[in-house]
């Protein structure tokens, strides 16, 4: 059963990022990620914000754009890179059970 809220910790180690740079894009990328806040006041990420923030790091870090080039990337062109974002995750459950193969052999 898969959660229905996340901590940004939890988003962070998804992403393989740190907590302070999910913040600030969660701050910068107003526009497409909304995350509540719990009783205590803090962010709580949804399946969907953790998908947009998979597209947002695609595109920022490998592909290097710019915030504002991402921004309007991902306004402009959002199935074609929800897409691209499958296909990574996609390969690294593949290579992961590759990895697991090879080292049962």
Do not use: C
Request: zero cysteines; hydrophobic letters at 35%; aromatic letters at 8%.
């Amino acid at each position: 059963m898969e959660k229905i809220y996340y901590s940004i910790g939890e988003v962070s180690e998804i992403l393989g990022e740190s907590t302070s740079l999910v913040r600030f894009w969660t701050n910068t990328f107003e526009r497409f990620l909304k995350p509540k806040r719990n009783s205590r006041g803090n962010r709580v990420y949804t399946n969907e914000d953790i998908e947009t923030l998979k597209q947002l790091h695609l595109l920022i870090k490998s592909r290097g754009m710019t915030l504002d080039g991402a921004a309007q990337y991902l306004a402009q062109e959002r199935k074609k890179v929800e897409g691209r974002v499958k296909a990574l995750n996609s390969l690294r459950e593949i290579r992961t059970q590759l990895d697991e193969i090879r080292r049962s052999l």
